[in-house]
């Protein structure tokens, strides 16, 4: 049993890699080989066109898959929901957003359901294999704390909260009427915001793909601005934190060996 569980666990980190890596590789050829680009979206425009009623189980599935834990960081869900949402949603978007929104409520709750049953075990065992120690843990506690609305409806806009924050709730604790409040709004909220992104970037992907590298660098700048200006100390004490608990770790290590 273990050694299957250290298989899911790295073939989870591999898929992650690989699509880190195919990311990169696709903004690259998006600046030196556009007619690719467009070619390809034109062709997966095709495919979902010919799946029809089939794209809202195809919204449902990768809407759920996506927020659960540890398999949601390696899932490209959000980017399927947007291709999906530009080219089935923009005829048929009530549907579509009904199908995405029930799908990721359904993840957020198993995330939840296994955090709140073995939540802590796992982290124990296998958290740093996926960025997620005490460290982790315990910013993503005390902000669920602070701020549970924000960061369980916020938090679907990105792979590792969207995969980690409803795990972490059910870790702390979080009272299930509660989650389920937050798990609605939130999911209601991505979805739909999600889909309209989607018919945004196909109605507009040539001049996107166009002016690709002045978007990216601009994202860049305002991603390190908004870091270095308003979250420095935050990330400080993160490293010294994280530096503190690596250390403890070695120094265990070291006392077991001995």
């Known amino acids: 049993m273990r050694h299957i569980k250290q298989f899911f666990i790295f073939l989870a980190k591999a898929v992650t890699i690989l699509l880190t890596v195919a990311t990169f590789a696709l903004i690259i050829i998006s600046f030196v080989r556009k007619d ?3 070619a390809g979206i034109a062709w997966i425009g095709e495919l979902i066109h010919s799946l029809g009623d ?31 949402g530009g080219f089935w949603g923009k005829e048929h ?10 799908g990721a409520m359904l993840g957020n709750y198993i995330g939840y359901w296994i955090g709140k049953k073995i939540g802590k075990e ?27 609305f ?16 409803p795990f972490i709730a059910g870790t702390g604790g979080m009272l299930e009427t509660k989650f389920w409040t937050y798990n609605m709004i ?9 889909n309209l992104l ?9 001049s996107i793909l166009e002016n690709i590298g ?40 070291n006392t077991v060996k001995n």
């Open 198 to 206: 989607g018919v945004f970037f196909i109605d507009n992907y040539e």
């Open 54 to 84: 089939w794209n809202y189980l195809v919204a449902f599935a990768s809407a759920c898959i996506e927020s659960l834990p540890i398999i949601g960081t390696a899932v490209p869900g959000m980017n399927v929901m947007i291709l999906v």
């Open 150 to 165: 924000w960061y369980i409806t916020l938090g679907k806009f990105h792979n590792f909260t969207r995969a980690f924050i």
């Open 214 to 253: 002045k978007i990216s660098m601009g994202i860049l700048i305002a991603v390190f601005g908004y870091f270095w200006f308003f979250k420095r100390e935050t990330l400080i004490k993160y490293w010294n934190d994280k530096n503190r608990e690596i250390d403890e770790k070695i120094a265990k290590k």
């Open 122 to 148: 796992l982290i124990e065992r296998y958290g740093d294999w996926f960025w997620v120690g005490k460290t982790e843990e315990k910013i993503l506690h005390r902000q669920l704390e602070k701020n549970g």
């Open 36 to 38: 690719w680009i467009l």
């Open 93 to 102: 978007l009530a549907l579509t957003i009904l199908a995405a929104s029930v």
């Open 186 to 194: 939130g999911s209601v909220i991505w979805a739909t915001s999600i």
